[in-house]
């Protein structure tokens, strides 16, 4: 492996590092650099679409309920509400670059809302050279022009559907669940007022979230709670305010699943994304 292959990280450890920067493509699409040896991401989603180019080592990760392997020249690909992991499967460390490709972008480039990539792993070295040049590129019209090239070779090739959210899916106790957790993620929200408003049992609800999403409802909820604290953190706001903002008990609260979630804390994150 050598230096022109990938895009180099500035380390913050010598174990596990994940920098995150805007790209100058379309108004400033985030882009995290990773370097991780121990750290092993914890069952989350994201908002945006969310594509891996591997530089080094075999990731593992899982997407909904499969369980994937990604290596140098491949693609992990994370549709928007997708359920999914990361770790380092094999290698002394996993490198790797994500673009998290927001939908206001995506229908810029005539991608349909709703669209998803069936495959969780996409091995095309057109599309990674594209993505990594995208990632690369100090100008807006070159990184533009890597990144729509890049698309266009993927939703060619490997093709996709156009699915509901996650909430519309779900049975409709889950989905009243799904949805007074996006539009009250700052509350306490106990199990027990979940419950009664989705008609069902504490018990019963937690085993019927679970069989719909893969996850407990905490987790989930923490999950929301995460993508409002990015872009609580990407508009500038101090880290302690977006901890009372967004459900957490305290800034050391939000730092600990942040950095668990995101692979790094939220005033490292604050600072990078918001330039």
Excluded at 91 to 100: D, K, P, Q, T
Excluded at 106 to 123: H, K, N, Q, W, Y
Excluded at 248 to 265: E, K, Y
């Amino acid at each position: 492996m050598s230096e022109s292959d990938i895009i180099q990280p500035a380390f913050e450890s010598r174990q596990d590092r994940a920098r995150f920067a805007r790209s100058p493509a379309f108004g400033g699409i985030e882009v995290m650099h990773a370097r991780f040896v121990d750290h092993a991401f914890e069952p989350h989603t994201h908002d945006d679409l969310m594509i891996g180019v591997m530089h080094a080592g075999v990731k593992r990760f899982r997407r909904e309920r499969g369980i994937h392997h990604v290596t140098r020249h491949g693609l992990s690909i994370n549709n928007a509400g997708d359920l999914h992991t990361g770790e380092r499967a094999e290698g002394a460390a996993i490198w790797y670059s994500a673009l998290y490709l927001p939908q206001r972008v995506l229908t810029t480039l005539g991608v349909p809302e709703g669209f998803a990539f069936r495959d969780a792993v996409i091995e095309d070295r057109d599309v990674w050279t594209c993505l990594r040049d995208a990632m690369a590129a100090t100008d807006r019209t070159g990184a533009e022009e890597a990144l729509v090239r890049g698309l266009d070779i993927a939703t060619a090739r490997w093709g996709g559907v156009v699915r509901p959210r996650m909430a519309a899916d779900a049975p409709q106790a889950i989905a009243r669940t799904i949805e007074a957790m996006r539009y009250r993620y700052a509350d306490a929200l106990p199990l027990v007022d979940l419950a009664q408003d989705a008609g069902l049992s504490v018990r019963h609800l937690i085993r019927s979230f679970e069989a719909a999403t893969g996850v407990t409802p905490h987790r989930y909820l923490t999950c929301i709670r995460i993508e409002r604290a990015r872009d609580l953190l990407r508009s500038g706001t101090p880290p302690a305010e977006v901890a009372a903002a967004t459900g957490f008990a305290d800034q050391a609260h939000l730092t600990r699943v942040f950095r668990a979630t995101m692979g790094t804390t939220p005033g490292a994150y604050r600072l990078r994304a918001s330039m």
